[in-house]
């Protein structure tokens, strides 16, 4: 299970500077989901990923990064690894490829049948064995056969309606869009989560979107219902909500 995080600003920022005197709340979760941590940075013709199997909230090399590395767009994930997958670099979120990065928190039953869905091209990707990493090699299937907004669309509904799932919560960055997925089961919980763990939040202001997991202060934010996708445009910062 994990935490995500992520915004897209009119300017090059760093992430605490974005996000603001709440951060250091949310770098306290990964004291618990410590298994790893993952930064992509989304430029605008590219998404530069760092990551390292090891608690955020006891590292320094990600202290020298998160304060150091700055961009319009970025996507931070805290891991705490599912029963019976490694915990190695390989199976570290974010998964990458050319300008897109993709993050997830949730678990895919039976996960090794999405690998059917995905195009050769893009399975030949694969470096990890978690069902993290198909499910975005089975997005850009999609991507590239519709487009990067209807393809995320269009495969969140098809892995809905063919797979069971914890929660198929996810955010997905171009160097167009920024889409956020809001898609969990309150009936296939793990027993030791709350009913609010698998919210997700965003706040939208002058500045930009942030969007980001429950358990820290998020005063002020906006909740995002369960089975509904945020996409916003990263050139005019507009924004629309999909049912699903």
Same mark, same amino acid.
């Given at each position: 299970?994990?935490? %995500?995080?992520?915004?897209?600003?009119?300017? *090059?920022?760093?992430?605490?500077?974005?996000?603001?005197?709440?951060? *250091?709340?949310?770098?306290?979760?990964?004291?618990?989901?410590?298994? *790893?941590?993952?930064?992509?940075?989304?430029?605008?013709?590219?998404?530069?990923?760092?990551?390292?199997?090891?608690?955020?909230?006891?590292?320094?090399?990600?202290?020298?990064?998160?304060?150091?590395?700055?961009?319009?767009?970025?996507? %931070?994930?805290?891991?705490?690894?599912?029963?019976? %997958?490694?915990?190695?670099?390989?199976?570290?979120?974010?998964? *990458?490829?050319?300008?897109?990065?993709?993050?997830? $928190?949730?678990?895919?039953?039976?996960?090794?049948?999405?690998?059917?869905?995905?195009?050769?091209?893009?399975?030949?990707?694969?470096?990890? #064995?978690?069902?993290?990493?198909?499910?975005?090699?089975?997005?850009?299937?999609?991507?590239?056969?519709?487009?990067?907004?209807?393809?995320?669309?269009?495969?969140?509904? $098809?892995?809905?309606?063919?797979?069971?799932?914890?929660?198929?919560?996810?955010?997905?960055?171009?160097?167009?869009?920024?889409?956020?997925?809001?898609?969990?089961?309150?009936?296939?919980?793990?027993?030791?989560?709350? #009913?609010?763990?698998?919210?997700?939040?965003?706040?939208?202001?002058? $500045?930009?979107?942030?969007?980001?997991?429950?358990?820290?202060?998020?005063?002020?934010?906006?909740?995002?219902?369960?089975?509904?996708?945020?996409?916003?445009?990263?050139?005019?910062?507009?924004?629309?909500?999909?049912?699903?």
């Amino acid at each position: 299970m994990c935490r %995500l995080m992520a915004y897209s600003s009119k300017t *090059s920022v760093n992430l605490p500077e974005f996000m603001g005197q709440g951060f *250091s709340d949310f770098l306290k979760l990964s004291e618990v989901h410590n298994d *790893s941590w993952g930064l992509a940075l989304a430029n605008p013709d590219s998404a530069k990923v760092i990551k390292e199997v090891a608690s955020a909230a006891s590292s320094a090399r990600f202290s020298e990064i998160i304060s150091n590395q700055s961009a319009p767009g970025a996507l %931070l994930h805290f891991r705490w690894a599912s029963p019976g %997958l490694g915990v190695t670099h390989e199976n570290a979120h974010p998964f *990458s490829f050319e300008d897109i990065a993709f993050i997830h $928190n949730g678990a895919l039953s039976p996960y090794e049948a999405v690998r059917s869905l995905i195009a050769p091209e893009f399975e030949s990707l694969r470096e990890g #064995d978690t069902d993290s990493e198909l499910f975005f090699l089975y997005l850009l299937t999609e991507i590239k056969s519709s487009g990067f907004v209807d393809g995320v669309v269009n495969g969140i509904k $098809n892995l809905k309606e063919n797979f069971e799932y914890s929660s198929i919560n996810s955010m997905i960055i171009n160097s167009d869009y920024l889409i956020v997925v809001s898609e969990h089961d309150p009936l296939n919980k793990p027993s030791w989560t709350d #009913d609010r763990y698998y919210e997700l939040r965003y706040r939208i202001d002058e $500045n930009g979107v942030a969007v980001a997991s429950s358990g820290w202060d998020q005063s002020g934010w906006t909740l995002m219902e369960n089975h509904s996708i945020l996409i916003i445009d990263r050139h005019d910062l507009t924004h629309q909500i999909k049912r699903i």
